[in-house]
C-alpha cells in the first residue's frame, strides 16, 4: 500500500527517509546484479550494510553522470572510455579492493575512497563539476527583524577547502579565557577578524606574508598535464580539480618529494630531533588521509597528529617510514598501552629477583 520501496522501508522498519533511500538504492542494484561483487562481500561478511549502501550509492550517482557525459560526447570518446556499465564494473572493483586491502575502513572512507576512484576513471569530472558549482556559486546577507543578519554562502567545494583553511587559521583554540566559546562563534570572530585585516591591507603596496596554509599533494604526472595520472588532493583526500591547481600555484609554495616506485618518502633529518620538520610531516603517509590506528578511524588528517610508530626514546628515527597519524585520543591510548606492558615486564622482573 506504499507508493515506493522507500516509504515501504520507512513504514515497514522505522528508518529515516535517507537511509531508506540507500536501502533501496542497494536492493535494486542487487535484484538487478549491477554489483556482484558488493553482493559476495556482503554474503560473506567482508561488507556490514551500511558499507555495502555506501559502495552502492556512490556507484549509482557516479554512473549516472557518466551516463550523462556519454550521451553528450561523439564517438571517438566514447571509444576511449568505457560504457556506463564497464564504468560500473570498475568502481565497484575498486572499492571492494579498497575495502579487501584495508579491512578496517568505514563508510565515511568507503565514500572518500569512491570520489577518489571517479576522479580517476573521469579526469575531467572534478573539473565539471567545479565549472558548475561556480556558476551557480553566490553570498546573501539577509538583515534580521532583531538588528542581526543572516549571510549564506554557495559554491564549488574545492573554495569551501580555502575557506575553512583560513578559518582554521583565525580561529581562536580552546583555552582557559574561551572555554565557554562555542565553536560557530568562534567561527564568527574568525571571519570577523579575516575581513578586519583585508581592510586595514586594502592600501598596503606590498601585502603581508599569508597565515593560512592548505597543503595540496599534486603528482608531477597531473600537473605536467598528464589527465590520466592520479588527481590532486587536500591532506584530507579532497580531489582538487585541475584549474584550481593552476590558480594557485603563482601564489602558493611548491615542495618537491622524491618517492620511489610504491610511492615511499626517502626523506630522512636523523634522530637528533624529536620534533619532525614540517617536509617530513606532510611527507609521513602523504596518501593516508585519517587517522591509521590499528582498529580503524575516521579522523581526519589534519586533526590527526604525527607520532613515532618506534619511540624516539627507544631510538627511533624522525623520518617518514617511522612517522605515522594517529588522532590525539588513539595517540595517548598507544603511549598507555606501552607503559602499561613496560610496567608488565618490569614486574615481572622484580618478581623473577625476588625469587
Same mark, same amino acid.
Given at each position: 500500500g506504499q507508493r515506493s520501496i522507500q516509504a515501504w522501508i520507512t513504514h515497514k522498519w522505522g528508518t529515516t527517509p535517507a537511509e531508506a533511500t540507500n536501502l533501496a538504492t542497494l536492493a535494486r542494484a542487487v535484484h538487478r546484479?549491477? $554489483?556482484?561483487?558488493?553482493? #559476495?562481500a556482503f554474503g560473506d561478511s567482508t561488507l556490514s550494510l551500511g558499507e555495502a549502501c555506501a559502495i552502492a550509492t556512490s556507484t549509482e550517482k557516479a554512473v549516472t553522470d557518466w551516463a550523462k557525459v556519454l550521451d553528450s560526447a561523439d564517438e571517438a570518446f566514447k571509444s576511449d572510455h568505457p560504457d556506463v556499465e564497464g564504468f560500473r564494473a570498475r568502481l565497484e572493483f575498486g572499492l571492494i579492493a579498497y575495502k579487501k586491502e584495508y579491512p578496517k575502513a568505514s563508510v565515511r572512507q568507503l565514500r572518500d575512497a569512491a570520489k577518489w576512484f571517479v576522479a580517476q576513471l573521469d579526469p575531467d569530472k572534478s573539473d565539471r563539476d567545479y565549472d558548475e558549482t561556480f556558476d551557480n556559486r553566490g553570498a546573501q546577507f539577509s538583515p534580521t527583524f532583531e538588528g542581526?543578519?543572516?549571510?549564506?554562502?554557495?559554491?564549488?567545494?574545492?573554495?569551501?577547502?580555502?575557506?575553512?583553511?583560513? $578559518?582554521?587559521?583565525?580561529? #581562536?583554540?580552546?583555552g582557559p579565557d574561551s572555554a565557554a566559546v562555542p565553536k560557530h562563534q568562534r567561527t564568527y570572530d574568525a571571519m570577523m577578524r579575516i575581513f578586519e585585516t583585508a581592510l586595514a591591507h586594502r592600501t598596503c603596496a606590498k601585502a603581508p606574508k599569508p597565515v593560512v596554509t592548505l597543503n595540496i599533494t599534486v603528482p608531477l604526472k597531473r600537473y605536467l598535464g598528464d589527465a590520466s595520472a592520479e588527481p590532486a588532493v587536500t591532506e584530507d583526500g579532497v580531489v582538487i580539480p585541475d584549474q584550481m591547481i593552476s590558480r594557485l600555484t603563482p601564489k602558493s609554495w611548491l615542495r618537491r618529494f622524491l618517492t620511489d616506485a610504491e610511492g615511499k618518502t626517502l626523506l630522512d633529518v636523523g634522530q637528533k630531533h624529536r620534533c619532525a620538520p614540517d617536509p617530513v610531516r606532510q611527507a609521513a603517509g602523504y596518501k593516508e588521509f585519517h587517522c591509521e590506528w590499528h582498529e580503524g578511524c575516521d579522523m581526519p588528517r589534519s586533526w590527526s597528529q604525527f607520532d613515532h610508530i618506534i619511540a624516539f626514546s627507544h631510538g627511533g628515527a624522525t623520518s617518514s617510514d617511522n612517522m605515522q597519524l594517529l588522532c590525539s585520543t588513539h595517540n595517548r591510548l598507544k603511549h598507555r598501552l606501552q607503559v602499561k606492558a613496560n610496567q608488565q615486564i618490569w614486574d615481572h622482573h622484580h618478581t623473577q629477583n625476588r625469587q
Open positions: 546484479q549491477q $554489483l556482484p561483487l558488493v553482493d #559476495e542581526g543578519f543572516l549571510l549564506r554562502m554557495w559554491g564549488p567545494g574545492a573554495d569551501n577547502q580555502l575557506i575553512q583553511a583560513a $578559518l582554521d587559521a583565525y580561529t #581562536e583554540p580552546y
